[in-house]
């Protein structure tokens, strides 16, 4: 069940101009599965990745997810 963050993330995609609203960790989740912008996987990627799940599956504050997923942007 979706665990809706208290201020949404704004993201730009690919396509020039084009912004994306992400709300919630599983939108964000599939956001850095089919979407992300680089090959890059780097340690803040990860973090990002785990947070995020573990937000999905209620063993991690949604904010701490949010937070983690801004860091990996």
């Given at each position: ?53 573990d ?19």
């Open positions: 069940m979706a665990q809706w963050w208290s201020k949404p993330v704004i993201v730009e995609t690919r396509k020039t101009g084009d912004r994306l609203v992400i709300s919630n960790a599983e939108r964000a989740l599939e956001y850095m599965a089919k979407e992300w912008p680089t090959l890059e996987d780097g340690q803040a990627y990860k973090t990002a990745r785990k947070a995020l799940a937000a999905h599956e209620g063993s991690l504050e949604a904010e701490k997810a949010r937070e983690a997923f801004i860091a990996a942007l």
